[in-house]
């Protein structure tokens, strides 16, 4: 595996846009994907520990992880100017599609082929998503609590459907627990 990695010295509010807005349009109805590839594999913003770390503290943060992820990113990087410029560039895309395909599915959304074009784009949101999840898992690979817990958050969440405050209140306890416990 290649060493992680170094953090680019200046990151500015432009690119944050211009990153996140590539995004927005990359990966139109699951930006998870792309925003790791963007922020870790292509721009090299982050290593993927980092990534999966400052991911980590927007899952527990009210709204939509990817957004909260921009702001924070472009937060850490450029101040709120960046916060800004990364929130509008992954959000300027998708708003003016939705609105344009509202208007279209408004007039065609009976007709057979669009309802089996939508079924296999959710398919493919899956595929990317099962990915992410492997990818995000990867820097794990060597900690066996921490794929446990990964595990056992899975279960409760997927299988048994347990509440989600109660699913992220006990794997960040047993992640705390088990970050004490190897130091």
């Given amino acids: 595996m290649p060493p992680p990695p170094e953090a680019p010295a200046r990151v500015s509010s432009a690119d ?23 922020v870790v594999e292509r721009r090299r913003w982050l ?3 980092s990534f999966n770390d400052l991911l980590a503290l927007c899952q527990f943060l009210p709204g939509p992880n990817v957004i909260n ?5 472009g937060g850490r990087f450029a101040g709120w100017r960046g916060a800004l410029a990364a929130f509008a ?3 300027l895309a998708p708003m003016a599609i939705v609105i344009g395909l509202g208007a279209l ?7 057979a082929l669009v309802q089996h074009l939508f079924r296999g784009l959710a398919a493919g949101a899956s595929g990317l998503i099962v990915a992410t999840a ?8 060597r900690q066996p609590a921490a794929l446990a817990i990964a595990a056992l958050v899975w279960l409760a969440a997927a299988t048994f459907r347990a509440p989600l405050i109660a699913v992220l209140v006990a794997g960040t306890g047993l992640g705390l627990l088990a970050g004490w416990r190897a130091r």
């Fill in 47 to 49: 290593d993927a520990a």
């Fill in 134 to 141: 492997a990818k995000i898992a990867w820097p794990l690979r």
């Fill in 89 to 91: 560039g992954l959000m």
């Fill in 69 to 73: 992820l921009s702001v924070a990113l």
């Fill in 105 to 111: 599915y408004t007039s065609y959304g009976d007709l």
């Fill in 16 to 38: 944050l846009f211009l990153g996140f807005l590539g995004i927005g349009l990359s990966g139109f109805g699951g930006v998870l994907p792309w925003a790791r590839r963007m």
